[in-house]
């Protein structure tokens, strides 16, 4: 009697059952590593939040006036810093080059807009997707807002994704605050 005896190996019906229970396992994650356009906007957002912090901060640090230009038409921004100390910015690249942070190109199809949300967030009077006088917020050698009490919001959104809504705040005293657009029509 010749048999199979000591033969092993897998059936087909068996590496049939392990394919269908991988390609489960597939369908389940890979949607859930895909980032949405939300997630883009907010990442974007929170990148310029920090680089406005750190221009804030290095004006107080250095004794020097910072600035955070908003290019709203390239969908960019750049920090300056008086680099030669003469109390002026004027948007060298020297400048650009003293806070280290450069010009930042929005990615992924975010651009400045409000997108669903007509209203701004809580006691913001201003229209559009740049609230600050000029484009830009401007910081003085003690990192105040130049000129004093100056306050605004920069809107970041989608074009693909009008509900996906932030926002950055500057206060009077020159504190960030990042805002979140609800699916409710309200700001969190």
């Known amino acids: 009697m010749g048999g199979r005896r000591g033969q092993r190996g897998f059936t087909i019906i068996e590496m ?5 229970i991988i390609g489960v396992m597939v369908a389940i994650v890979v949607p859930r590593t895909r980032v949405s356009k939300k997630m883009y906007v907010q990442s974007t957002a929170l990148q310029l939040l920090r680089d406005a912090e750190l221009t804030r901060n290095r004006a107080l640090a250095q004794k020097k006036s910072t600035r955070v230009q908003i290019y709203e038409t390239a969908n960019t921004y750049a920090c300056y810093g008086d680099d030669d100390g003469n109390g002026a910015i004027a948007g060298t690249a020297a400048e650009r080059q003293f806070l280290r942070v450069g010009t930042r190109v929005f990615a992924n199809g975010v651009i400045f807009g409000r997108g669903n949300a007509s209203a701004g967030i809580p006691g913001e009077s201003g229209s559009g997707a740049v609230t600050f006088a000029n484009t830009r917020i401007d910081f003085d050698t003690r990192g105040l807002p130049s000129p004093f009490a100056t306050k605004g919001t920069i809107y970041l959104t989608a074009p693909g994704s009008p509900g996906a809504v932030y926002a950055v705040q500057m206060t ?15 700001w969190q």
Do not use: Q
């Not at 049939?16 to 269908?20: D, E, G, N, R, S």
């Not at 009077?172 to 309200?186: C, D, E, I, Q, V």
């Open 16 to 20: 049939l059952v392990v394919m269908i």
């Open 172 to 186: 009077a005293a020159g504190s960030f605050k990042l805002w979140t657009y609800l699916p409710n029509g309200t």
